[in-house]
């Protein structure tokens, strides 16, 4: 069973960083391009990032470019978001998916002073 | 950009009935188009990959068709455990964007 478990949300205020995991078991984690979607409550999907495999290329939407990055380790079957210069705009839920065809269950982010 | 406008935005329903959602994409998108269910709470269900691909698992009575700028995402018979939101979404590789519809609410009448 293919499973992807989100970590890392939680309270921060505006400026400051957080980084989000998502560890991927039961299947080749290296082998596949991994994603991070965000929703605020009540809200729309909105794509944030992408890279590929052997993460030889990221992607960004433009609302987080050049504030977030993305990265992974095949090691440790993880997924990373570093995310930098927070803003509240930023407050979501953060999925990590593989493929787009399995998916986290989330992790809240909320960007507040 | 490519901009995918999803319509209609909610949908009052009733078992049984023949659901449609329109997807339109602002420039040729070929079949890159994916359809997405989402319950509150959870993570969004990938049930129709390239615009009519059925995903293992996933009822027959999900279809999707469409190429080019026009998708249609049909539920032949609406059942309760369909109640949900639902999502298009263009993904373009290069460059990479990936782009979702404004979603689909349904309710039961």
């Known amino acids: 069973e293919v499973q992807l478990v989100e970590s890392g949300g939680g309270l921060v205020k505006p400026g400051g960083s957080l980084r989000l995991s998502c560890e991927v078991s039961?299947?080749?984690?290296?082998?596949?391009?991994m994603h991070w979607v965000r929703q605020v409550p009540g809200k729309g999907l909105q794509w944030v990032s992408s890279?590929?495999?052997?993460?030889?290329?990221?992607y960004y939407g433009d609302s987080v470019k050049g504030r977030f990055t993305i990265s992974r380790d095949d090691a440790k079957n993880t997924l990373y978001l570093q995310m930098n210069s927070l803003r509240g705009e930023d407050t979501a839920v953060y999925y990590c998916?593989?493929?787009?065809?399995?998916w986290g269950q989330g992790t809240m982010v909320t960007v507040s002073s | 950009d490519i901009q995918m406008t999803q319509s209609p935005s909610s949908l009052s329903t009733s078992l049984g009935d023949r659901v449609t959602i329109t997807c339109h994409a602002n420039?040729?998108?070929?079949?890159?188009l994916n359809w997405y269910q989402q319950k509150p709470g959870k993570a969004p269900k990938l049930l129709i990959h390239?615009?009519?691909g059925l995903e293992t698992g996933v009822p027959s009575r999900f279809t999707g068709s469409g190429s080019g700028t026009d998708f249609i995402f049909t539920i032949t018979s609406l059942q309760p455990e369909d109640i949900a939101t639902y999502y298009c979404?263009?993904?373009?590789?290069?460059?990479?964007?990936?782009?979702f519809g404004q979603g689909t609410r349904l309710e039961i009448k």
């Open positions: 998916a593989r493929d787009f065809s399995d």
């Open positions: 039961g299947i080749a984690f290296s082998l596949h391009s």
């Open positions: 890279i590929d495999t052997r993460g030889l290329n990221m």
């Open positions: 420039q040729d998108i070929k079949t890159y």
């Open positions: 390239d615009a009519s």
């Open positions: 979404q263009h993904y373009n590789y290069h460059p990479r964007a990936i782009t």
